[in-house]
């Protein structure tokens, strides 16, 4: 199985961040699970791995990483000459093919992910965990996470993925989030497909086979 | 003055950030004013340059980025043969020297940055702007922060630098934050100086000539 770790759940959306990256890259894998529910995570062992006791942690030979995007780029770069090539962006793209990808990363993490994953947690987490939903958060998380895909929206509308032409890191930074909102959630259901351009490029980036793989991994888990 | 252009004021955390790189990095550039105040970020030709409306925006020739991080990136790809050469690592470090700095950042972005952004407004912002403080919110990011520093403490107890023996972009991505928190509130400076460790780091990085330029930058601009 090669000798590259990831350490968490399957179900996490960190998690299956860097398993879809590593599937589009083609480096195999081992996943070592760490059950959230007995505390695993914040154990010394785990904390010898990723200092704050998140998920996932990484490994690689003698290369130990922490926090999904940074892993991702690693793995991109690591393994540049295999897999799927142009997730940093088209080849010969230089800096400034990079940055393009990198911009919508950052977009993710920054301006996708802190609503996306509230509302996530209000709809589909806190009943799971019998946890009282807060209608004001979700209030909230809705209103900016609208904002943030009205401006999708526009970009989509010149531009067939996020950084241009061909699919990269940065639509697939946007698939874990986006899949637990799609499809376990009416809300989120809504706010995708009511966006033309948005429910196309949706529909393009989660029928990649690596992302179908990271689903089946977490039917499997659940099952 | 060179090509490349800066869209934003000096006081913002993000556009500071990106200053403190290229002055690293020895790039002559060009800081371009927008009023926040008169909505300068949200008319048609800035959204041109940032479709979400933020600051900075950033040209390099006819490259145009946004998100601080993505930019700052971008400047150590680009220049990679001048100024400081181990921002984005130690020469020869290859993808691994390259994702130890990464994760570091990533780690500024998704763990540090939100709760002293948070804790900026109510202490700074909120009484500049006569808005009401919300005394749950700045309790709740100061518990936040206090334990992402109990994590950056044990790092800094056996690491000089978050990445290593040297300063890199890791450190820099901290400085803007951590600068409004200790120059401008007590409770920020009880909770830097009161970790050894974090002190100490502080000090050196925040010594930076780079960064007393930004300093100075934003005392000439509020003058």
Redesign the interface.
């Known amino acids: 199985m090669g000798s590259v770790k990831v350490y968490g759940p399957v179900m996490s959306t960190a998690v299956s961040r860097v398993l879809a990256c590593l599937l589009e890259k083609e480096v195999p894998f081992h996943l070592v699970p760490v059950s959230l529910a007995k505390a695993h995570h914040k154990s010394p062992d785990f904390l010898n791995l990723q200092?704050?006791g998140q998920v996932p942690a990484f490994q690689d030979g003698d290369?130990t990483?922490?926090?999904s995007?940074?892993?991702c780029?690693?793995i991109c770069?690591?393994f540049v000459g295999q897999g799927n090539q142009s997730l940093m962006g088209p080849e010969g793209g230089?800096?400034?093919g990079?940055?393009?990808v990198?911009?919508w990363?950052?977009?993710e993490?920054?301006?996708f992910n802190?609503p996306s994953t509230a509302l996530v947690f209000q709809l589909v987490f806190a009943p799971k965990m019998r946890l009282k939903q807060d209608p004001n958060a979700t209030r909230d998380a809705e209103g900016r996470l609208r904002k943030?895909l009205d401006?999708y929206e526009?970009?989509l509308g010149g531009s067939r993925f996020l950084a241009g032409e061909e699919f990269s890191l940065a639509d697939l930074c946007h698939l874990p989030n986006a899949h637990y909102l799609l499809a376990e959630t009416d809300r989120g259901q809504q706010l995708l497909w009511s966006r033309r351009n948005v429910a196309r490029w949706w529909e393009e980036i989660s029928g990649r086979p690596s992302w179908a793989k990271v689903v089946e991994m977490r039917r499997n888990a659940a099952a």
Do not use: C, N, T
Request: net charge positive.
């Open positions: 200092p704050f290369v990483l922490f926090e995007r940074a892993i780029r690693y770069d690591k230089g800096a400034a990079r940055a393009a990198d911009q990363v950052e977009a993490a920054q301006s802190p943030v401006v526009r970009h």
